[in-house]
C-alpha cells in the first residue's frame, strides 16, 4: 500500500511540474510583452514576455496555441493547448521570458489567432507612453533569455 501511495504521489508530481533554464521559447498564441520596438523580427530588445496560450476549443474560431522550447541544454519541447482540451480543471502551462524579444501581433496566416468577440475584445486606449510600447494580445513572440514555464 505505502508502495502504490509512493508512486502515485511521485507520478502526480512529475506530471505539473515548472521548469525553468535559458534558451529560447516561441510563443505562438495570447502573449504580453514590455519591449518599446515596433514589431516585426528586425527589431529585438531585451524585455519580458509573458505567454499565456489559451485552452483549445475547435468549435470557437480559434486555433490550437502553442510553446516551443529550445533550452541551451536539454532536449526540445513543446507545449500545446489542445492536449488541454477537455481535461477538466488541468491548468493550461505559461511561461515568462526575460532577455531579447521580437514580437508579432498576428499569426502571420497560422490561423490560432483566429478571434471571437469573447475572446478577442477590442483594445483599450492606451493609458500611457509604456503602454504604448509594449503589446498585449494574440500573434506570436521569440524571446532568447531566462524562461520559467509553470506547469510544464
Known amino acids: 500500500m ?3 501511495l509512493s508512486t502515485l504521489l511521485l507520478t502526480l508530481h512529475q ?3 515548472d521548469w525553468s533554464g535559458t534558451g529560447e521559447i516561441s510563443c505562438y498564441g495570447h502573449l504580453t510583452t514590455d519591449v518599446s520596438t515596433p514589431e516585426g523580427g528586425g527589431n529585438l530588445a531585451r524585455g519580458t514576455m509573458d505567454c499565456n496560450i ?4 475547435g468549435s470557437n474560431g480559434l486555433g490550437p496555441e502553442a510553446m516551443f522550447f529550445k533550452p541551451q541544454s536539454g532536449a526540445e519541447f513543446e507545449v500545446w493547448a489542445w492536449d488541454y482540451h477537455e481535461w477538466g480543471n488541468w491548468p ?4 515568462q521570458c526575460e532577455g531579447d524579444i521580437w514580437y508579432k501581433k ?3 496566416g497560422a490561423g490560432y489567432c483566429t478571434c471571437t ?3 478577442c475584445p477590442p483594445a483599450s486606449p492606451w493609458k500611457s507612453l509604456e503602454e504604448e510600447r509594449s503589446y498585449t494580445g494574440c500573434g506570436f513572440a521569440s524571446c532568447v533569455g531566462t524562461i520559467t514555464c509553470k506547469g510544464c
Open 2 to 4: 505505502k508502495l502504490a
Open 54 to 57: 489559451v485552452e483549445w476549443d
Open 117 to 119: 468577440p469573447a475572446h
Open 15 to 17: 506530471i505539473s511540474a
Open 92 to 95: 493550461v502551462p505559461s511561461a
Open 106 to 108: 498576428d499569426d502571420m
